[in-house]
């Protein structure tokens, strides 16, 4: 016990990123779409206008579910993090067999599952006009809705079906809480390996925007942006609004000493990551969040803040105006402009992003309106921000590896 306690913290390495989004599928394809001048995001404006959503690519999921039984007891949410999660594995070049994978801890951020819309609306117009609606309504749910359904609500079905389909069957976390369960997420990850709790770790979250029943949660909450699509920096006032995105990220995290016994590289060291939560009035907020730039350690040259901001009004503004005031040299990306809003995945993507930048020593493109300021320089560090749409801020700092 001594020994453990004596033990000089891990350096933490991110090795395997899996990502999709409506910018495609994998690293290649996020990194080309987001440095590319003049690039515009993948954007559903029609089906559900007003409102907005960044929409899933086609994605052939038999790459990474095999079994089609597997597949049809999810819904895309819970595919969307399985899908995600191989592609993380399998880019950190993991051995596929159940020995290696049962030493693989997990963590995973994700919401409540998918409702069945045909039901809830046959419920409605059956019970419309009723007196006593309710035997009705037992009868129908129980009648009509599939039994995976009500299962489908857990959230830590993902990983269970992560564990099945990919065979990662060390220890098991979810969490639940909108942005602040993918801080939480990587910052539980993160400090189990550098405090020598775990060797390696797949962390990730997943969230599936096409949903009328999320939609109108947002709505009802006037979180939405409605009739007309601006990019992040671009909204305000009564132009603010997030958009949601649908995305999977997840991250293999793993100790230094791990990473080099099975031969494995980093995209980066993960060198601090905090999260935060209180009141949203101006000044408590700028003071929290200021607090944890300055307790990241970033250096205001050659720096990338990769920000998860939403693009409602205030918690943008905020933001914005404290990494200014931190960081005045540092180019500033709003990287919801690009993939929409993920919620539980928000952080986790933002992570993934900035770790396949900083390896690849490139910024993505600013905004053509002008809103971000244009940089020409390979990032030496780049800081990945996070500001829940109600609640929760988060700081992840990601360096060059450490030579071994």
């Keep these: 016990m001594e020994r453990m306690m004596n033990r000089e913290p891990r350096d933490v390495l991110i090795t395997g990123l899996g990502l999709v989004s409506s910018l495609g599928e994998g690293v290649d394809a996020h990194l ?10 993948t954007i559903e404006a029609e089906r559900l206008a007003p409102y907005f959503v960044h929409p899933l690519p086609a994605i052939e999921w038999s790459r990474q579910i095999p079994k089609k039984g597997d597949q049809r007891q999810m819904e895309t949410w819970q595919k969307l993090g399985v899908y995600a999660a191989g592609l993380a594995l399998e880019d950190a070049g993991v051995a596929a067999d159940e020995q290696t994978r049962a030493g693989i801890d997990m963590i995973v951020s994700a919401g409540g599952g998918e409702r069945d819309p045909e039901v809830d609306a046959l419920v409605m117009a059956r019970a419309r006009g009723v007196e006593d609606p309710q035997p009705l309504m037992n009868e129908l749910l129980s009648s009509e809705l599939r039994p995976t359904l009500f299962l489908a609500q857990l ?3 993902m990983a ?15 969490f639940m809480g909108e942005e602040s369960a993918g801080m939480s997420a990587v910052q539980i990850a993160s400090a189990r390996i550098r405090s020598g709790q775990s060797r390696i770790c797949l962390v990730g979250g997943a969230f599936s925007a096409e949903r ?3 939609l109108l949660n947002y709505e009802l909450g006037g979180f939405l942006l409605r009739d007309e699509w601006r990019p992040i920096p671009a909204r305000g006032g009564e132009h603010a609004g997030l958009v949601p995105g649908s995305l999977g990220a997840f991250l293999v995290l793993e100790d230094a000493e791990h990473a080099s016994a099975r031969g494995a590289t980093g995209y980066g060291r993960l060198s601090f990551v905090a999260a935060d939560r209180g009141g949203r009035d101006d000044e408590r907020f700028a003071g929290r969040f200021d607090r944890l730039l300055t ?14 901001a939403t693009g409602l009004d205030r918690e943008t503004r905020v933001e914005h105006d404290v990494v200014s005031r931190r960081f005045p040299h540092a180019a500033q990306r709003a990287y919801g402009t690009m993939t929409g809003h993920a919620f539980e995945a928000q952080f986790p993507a933002g992570v993934a992003l900035g770790a396949a930048l900083l390896s690849a020593g490139v910024l993505p493109a600013s905004t053509g309106g002008g ?17 829940g749409h109600m609640r929760g801020e988060g700081v992840c700092l990601i360096e060059a590896t450490r030579p071994q």
């Design 212 to 214: 009328k029943d999320l």
């Design 160 to 174: 269970g079906n992560i564990s099945i389909v990919h065979k990662v069957t060390g220890s098991s976390r979810t």
């Design 32 to 41: 080309s779409r987001l440095t590319t001048p003049g690039s515009q995001p």
């Design 155 to 157: 959230s830590n079905l």
């Design 371 to 387: 809103e971000e300021r244009p940089a020409d320089f390979a990032p030496r560090q780049v800081l990945v921000t996070g500001v």
């Design 295 to 308: 307790e990241s350690g970033a250096v205001d040259e050659d720096l990338l803040v990769l920000s998860g």
